[in-house]
């Protein structure tokens, strides 16, 4: 579900890429030369949470997530979205590129003075991206290589450890 949600939002991300003129680049170490419409972004995180409670119940739940940081390079690319860190586009048009994604969700709850909890952090590996004259190239978390390619969707290894004491 999250996997899906990422490339859910590298597909927006490409999308608005394609629609702007100009480059677009959130903190220092981002670079796009020679390039169009590229929207580059470091480290991204959220940590939204939600808390209920009444006379004889509560209970809380939150959603921290984020993305792996760092600078990226898109040289001579058109269209290309980048988040996180380590990723690279060269002579490619339309590579969506995204490192490293991690999330946990706890919830609790407490009735009668007896507590539930559970958590379920997820993540996909980090690592270096790397679009090299390719065309409609996705790659989620890190480790990934398209060269002359067309269409290709890459993702590194995803892991959960659910619990609930």
């Known amino acids: 579900m999250i996997k899906r949600k990422l490339l859910g939002l ?19 170490g981002n670079t796009a030369t020679n390039s ?32 792996a ?35 946990d969700v706890p919830v609790a ?5 007896e507590t539930a909890s559970v958590a379920a952090p997820v993540a996909i590996a980090p690592g270096a991206n790397d679009a090299d004259s390719s065309t409609g190239a996705v790659q989620v978390g890190g480790g990934n290589n398209a060269s002359n390619s067309t269409g290709a969707v890459h993702s590194s290894s995803p892991a959960a450890t659910p619990t609930a004491p």
């Open 36 to 67: 169009t419409g590229v929207v580059q972004a470091g480290a991204v995180s959220a940590d939204p949470a939600a808390t209920v409670s009444g006379d004889t119940a509560n209970a809380a739940a939150a959603a921290p997530a984020s993305t």
């Open 109 to 113: 709850a407490t009735v009668a003075n």
């Open 69 to 103: 940081g760092g600078g990226n390079d898109a040289s001579s690319s058109t269209g290309a979205a980048q988040a996180g860190g380590d990723n690279t586009s060269t002579g490619s048009t339309g590579a969506v590129q995204t490192n490293a994604q991690s999330a």
């Open 10 to 28: 590298a597909a927006v991300l490409a999308v608005a890429a394609l629609g702007v003129a100009g480059n677009a680049a959130a903190d220092p």
